[in-house]
């Protein structure tokens, strides 16, 4: 293992051996199959230890359903307090935790302490949401009725994450659940459960110096998919938050559906970008790419669709060809790298297949192959591609987890609109544009149909204080900021009558 | 037919021969199954016709798609003047249309007059919300970036609504959606399509005062459970709301959520209320009488267990009693009537099965069986049954619809709050109680887990200024007041890069 | 008396002879000076009667104090349903209603129109209201400890209103301190007297169909400038709510000031506009038009400045001046006529003033001046008049009542907007561009300094669902949509704790 | 000097000699009267230095209007950081902050450290607003319109505040001043400025280590009635923030008012309580005493009217004389007392004068009275009084500033909240009761006329989630929690048209 890696774990006090289930600050042993986790990086292996299976997920729900019972009561000011001291180890942690997401994921440095500061953003917006949690008082119909909603918390709840940001979206989860009064369990990617354990070991450091906090309010997983559908049909969890791939996100909607609990979904996006002529082209240039070449197009944020205006496309993509030419791919960890590795060979064989079907559908491939010298071995180093293609091809319509932009061309704004919104995700979208009539039409009603819709920056990167999340395919979840708290509660509407009189609603009359 | 009824039919401009599908006031033909709609005042058929059938669907989602992309461009307070002609059309029309009411589903007439209210009173309130619809503008981390969500119309739902309630739930859904810019297609009960023509009668008369207006926002299709499954799998309605039985809120969740749409359920409820040493007595009979026997137990709302403490609970077992030997039940058009019939004979065999296991398991029943005197022939008028029945009887656990109310007895509050917590729905709750201390634990997060909370009054008869819905097997859905309209948008989360430079959030640096 | 005004009067139920006060529907004599009411249309007298002098306020305040204690209590739905039909009676009496308007105020049909309209619009969002003034539940440090603030009906309030929006200022008022719970005290401007009168025998009608309203909750008292000192310095009114000079405004805040009172203060506007090289031209022309020369430039919001790229200041001028040239001027009840007359000699010599000071300062004056053929004789009908101006000219710091445009120009935004700020008042600004850098900053905190800011159309014509007023000189009120209605109510932060202990804030321990 | 404090003092970085000015961290001598601060503690000198002069307002407001006009387009995250900073600092130094509170306004240790705490409470608070300052997007009634508000900074506000909390009340405002993008000016109490340096000395250091940060965000002023004045008639502060009594609030708010600014108003309050039949005996025991003698009655929010139903008026007087005689009185920094001294001779005199015009008004005096023996000398130590009056005495009327309860009894809650509410000032209220009815009565539009209305707590030690502040002479301001932050932001009501039409609101017609 790579020095800096293993001073990370050091300092994170990771032990050697890593066990796959952690309720609190205990530790148990996975009985399911081995897992080999291996760096994106150079394929090395990071460690290797036996997942959870299935049945062991019970015992843990068990444990959270216990916990919740004496936290939900807890005021919620008190536990931000907990959840800002674990925002203040983050801190004092960040460049460790980036290091091994780095390592885990194949992130660059820049955007691994970028995931970390998400975390400890969230964390700082959770303690300033823990005194607030507003409900409404309302104005009753009826003389000496008060009427009022409070938002209680709701139970333990079941957090899925995936590879491309293997700490912060639990944190967002996980942050924001606390202050709402909900214990999470968590089943992390197998293919970055380090970053996982270090997070949940950092909680074991919170917890130790917070004696009355019930340590089951935290609670790790690294399982397999029997794992997940374990924790998403059990009753005991009022919500799964999931984040992945539309199949995974099907069958996790579908199974929660059938014992009607709640499902947070962020699945996949295919997102497009809209850009006018009056774009600003050095905007363009840098959004794209950002977007585009970005944690090497596995955000599910990645800009997947250029939808360029004629009169300025074969300029753009001139330019582009020409940055995408120069970007710096390689070793993630090192400085100056833009562009690191893809996560697996899998990825990378979805990459070809994808740029295969472009081609057989008329596509013009620029770029796109894996890169053998310069990059560490080991690892799947792509040069990111840019395809121009007609906005009719069927392959549009699919996502891809790999840097390919779609470059397509159109006439009117209006077309430009059908041709956004004609894919059935709906995850983030932009317009380029400085014409106050396009960017205000593309933010409307019959504009985007995306959860994400911005003028003049790019598809990717968004802030903890909105609520993040798409429609269609993506699943219809909100996270992180705004009132996405309120998916982590349930709301009592109360009616006190403080009357000696039964007055109905309606004015109905029923006297027996 | 009964003359009363007749003339409300005239009244409304019902025709004579029905027709199964509307689209805005385009009255189509139904292929599929005969329908024979038979009152449950007497059992007399109402109309017969030929339903709906699934492959009917289709063009009627295709003419509320095509009235979406107008609809949704609509302002909202232009729709909401829509909506208000709609509310004064229902305050010209409400004895009619609450005639019918009584006549298709058995309401006594001072409830079915109350259902048309809570229509009116949802129009006034959508009204207002026309110039609201507020979604956030938030502080952006980014110099000169803007950050905001805008909350945009979602596309048309679909509307499944039961007998018990008519045409309310569906206005509840109507009225909203409408404002929010959605169309709306909607499946009444089998047992009560004529109401729902009425309604849709009533819409097409104002829809001839408003040429503008695209006629399919409004489409109404009368069928089976055929129907009701086509719309829940139809991809084109992002959106269905449905109301009914648990098992069919379980299958319209999963037919939903296998194509990642959303649901709004509002499934059924066992609703219970804790009766503590200092309840007002008499607050507590009126109470206990309405929410039990009122609607003949037919509410989602109804009361069905009481849970009262033990050094009051001979005694207000005997008041009940008293008030339950002399409650008025029959024709429920008829002044001074309190409890009309039962739905149906299934509806009165079910209640005979429930009975049964209770004594089976114990139970001391009282009352329940039915009349057969005194009361309109051919409809089921039973006597409303108190059971007096241990907390851990098997029966309790299940919603049974019709006037059964289950009394139980407690030392502790807290053994109160366990028995009302231990069954699977969570729809309303009550505490009676002039106790602070009782009554704010009641409503805290470790108190009921029902979507109602009620002190001092009893689980039916909700205003429509709060949200309405559920936990647990409930379905979760919120209808009506608060932030209930936000179900019926899409939100969209903008940020506006208006400077000339690409700061990335979390402070990423990322230069090309 | 012009026929169409008798019949107008006679249609809204108004006496021939007027009394200066009415509580409720109870009209008394006014004991003060004697009032001689003139059209702006042609100077004839349309009423005398005596005004109320300041020793007849106490009685009308005592009368609206004690209908408050009534109707604090009346549940705000109920509240709103006087409300809604309020609305309904003005839809009736829409078209009288606003031909008293045009007469006393010298409004153009449209614009009468509009304005009652807009007192429609109010109603309608008040009743929406009635059934939410929502405040908050939080989440409270203490266990067992339910924090939540309540919104109450805060007290009589007092309503000094201006002549030239004679009732719509009212309606924003009374509309919603009726629901919130407040009877209304009103005194009009003197020079329209005759609307007021009106608005009060509107709500005898709908007073007497609900006899369980108290009817001083609105009061009426025609009156001077000592009326409304009193009013001022009333200690039973807690809110003052006051439009017109800043002169006006500043006594009657340090009058309530003095008695800790609360004021909501509506003063003068001088209101820029921006107008940008990308500037729609011909939607320039008409916005600035409107704003400026309707309602003869006595708008609080109408446009007095504008500010004009030098690439488009010539093109824009010289189009405008061709515009204005031939603007049809005249009497405001003839179709087609968009400019009436100034509402007395005072005003235009004001005007007159005004544009001599301008060209002292070196302005060049386009138009202004008084006509005296093709328009009604005993009017003020002058000519709008458009000024060239350098924008470090004295006069453009000033707000002059009548259609003066001053038109200056600039070269870069930052010194358009340097312009635009550099007055005292703070009411309504507007920037005409299609550039969004330029409109978004128009809007930032970087940008207009007032209350009201609009892109790419005038600054006069607000939308009630939106707060109205503005910044600095203009006073700082809010009136109308958004959360303008907390003004008129009190705000209750309740802590219950339903615990047996008594834990401290911030962990304070005090053991006795 | 003693030890303890010498040692804060050093630990705080306190300079020996004291400057009166500080804009950021350039401190600047006063130049004018000399100021000699007292310890309450044993009324020796801790500090003697000269106070600024009013001449020297002008120029510290000029360097905040300049901060200004950075410190608002710097993004609200990015200030929300820097208060993150500032409240970590207050953690640092919170025993020794303390310390300070204790020497100069005499405060028990507990409480002193309870001040810092609501310090550090605040920063956390306002970390979390300042990602969101929410506005509203509000439905447009127009075609292709957007509308909706925006909060923008307002501008640097004046903070004039007072002896007893000397340092919070503060906080309160600067934390939400700084994230709202407002500089800060304090005045603090001449009896209070060591507290005041520290603070901003500890500014200064957070300040050090963010050199992008305006430094005249923060200034300092140490002066007198004259500096006070002085801030309340500069034009350039738009908001003034003045706690303390009601003539110099009214003074303030006459000054502000005049030239059409902004007050935030915290005056005097004369709180009470209502103890129901059904209270909680040992809870009103302990509450009582808290909120009376707490602070040695020296808090806005001190308990000063007890209305005790007549069945449990003998036994709670006897009960609470019974802990008032055992009351640890004496030198607040020791552990273990509850009382420490009134803050100076003039408040002793007060109190001395108040139970004197009590005994002359027909009051029953227990206590009261200086204590010389085991307390420190120099130091003005009192017994806490008790008086039982009568309810029409006109000395209830009046707040003293001191540990006086007087005790009334009433028969009927009617009668109860009458005496309540029968006083000129309204900030702080209870009911003890465990009675719904009384409960929610006393909470309702006909129950407690105050801001704060608690239920089973006392009257003193709020929460900073509520918004705090009161009604009547009490000044209408509200700090902390809920939207306070409104009060330090000025609304921009934005209409954006991005049609190519000009529609009119209210549908008017306009066509030039």
Chains 1, 2, 3, 4 share one sequence.
Not at 50 to 72: H, L, N, P, S
Not at 102 to 111: D, F, H, P, V, Y
Not at 383 to 396: K, Q, T, Y
Not at 430 to 447: K, M, P, Q, W, Y
Request: charged share 20%; proline share 5%.
């Amino acid at each position: 293992m790579n020095a800096h890696l293993q001073k990370a774990c050091q300092q994170l006090g990771l032990p050697n051996d890593h066990l796959a289930i952690s309720i609190g600050s205990n530790w148990q042993p996975g009985r399911g199959e081995s897992l080999n986790v291996r760096s994106p990086i150079d394929g090395q292996t990071l460690a290797e230890f036996k997942m959870a299976d299935a049945r062991q997920v019970e015992a843990v729900v068990k444990e959270a359903t216990a916990a919740f019972v004496k936290w939900r009561t807890v005021p919620a000011p008190v536990r931000g307090e907990f959840v800002r001291q674990y925002g203040e180890k983050l801190r004092e942690f960040k460049q460790s935790l980036a290091t091994l997401v780095s390592w885990e994921a194949g992130k660059i440095t820049q955007e691994a302490l970028g995931e970390v500061q998400e975390m400890i953003d969230i964390c700082d917006f959770a303690v300033g949401l823990s005194r607030q949690l507003y409900g409404k008082t309302i104005a009753s119909e009826r003389p000496s009725h008060r009427l009022t909603e409070q938002w209680h918390p709701l139970g333990p709840i079941g957090v899925i994450s995936a590879f491309n940001f293997p700490v912060a979206v639990w944190a967002w989860n996980a942050a924001i659940a606390w202050v709402c009064g909900d214990p999470v369990i968590w089943k992390p990617s197998e293919k970055t459960p380090l970053t996982a354990i270090a997070c949940q070991t950092l909680f074991s450091q919170v917890l130790a110096d917070n004696p009355e906090v019930p340590p089951a309010i935290s609670s790790l997983i690294v399982g397999g998919a029997d794992v997940g559908q374990s924790l998403a049909t059990s009753p005991k969890l009022p919500l799964i938050s999931a984040t992945g791939s539309v199949p995974m996100g099907r069958a996790v909607a579908q199974n929660v559906a059938a014992r009607l609990g709640r499902s947070l979904l962020e699945l996949g996006g295919n997102n497009g970008m809209i850009v006018a002529p009056s774009a600003d082209l050095d905007l363009a240039i840098r959004s794209i790419t950002f977007s585009a070449v970005g944690t090497c197009g596995q955000r599910c944020t990645s800009l997947r669709r250029a939808i360029v205006h004629e009169s300025i496309a074969d300029k753009l993509r001139d330019q582009l060809l020409g940055v995408y030419e120069k970007l710096p791919i390689g070793d993630p960890t090192s400085d100056g790298t833009l562009v690191g590795p893809l996560v697996d060979e899998r990825a990378f064989d979805s990459m070809e297949s994808a740029l295969a079907a472009a081609k057989s559908q008329g596509g013009i491939v620029h770029g796109g192959g894996r890169m053998t010298s310069n990059v560490p071995q080991g690892g799947f180093y792509v040069r990111p591609a840019l395809v121009e293609i007609a906005s009719d091809a069927p392959i549009i319509q699919q996502e891809t987890f790999a840097p390919i932009l779609y470059f397509m061309r159109y006439r009117s704004l209006d077309e430009a609109i059908g041709i956004h919104n004609c894919v059935p995700q709906g995850l983030a979208s932009a317009i380029l544009t400085n014409d106050v009539r396009e960017a205000e039409l593309f933010c409307s009603a019959a504009g985007s149909d995306c959860g994400i819709a911005n003028v003049n920056i790019g598809t990717s990167g968004a802030e903890i204080g909105g609520a993040f999340g798409g429609e269609k395919e993506t699943g219809g979840g909100r996270e992180s900021g705004s009132d996405s708290w309120k998916l982590y509660m349930r709301r009592a509407t109360n009616t006190i009558n403080y009357s000696t009189d039964l007055p109905l609603a309606q004015g109905i009359r029923f006297e027996v």
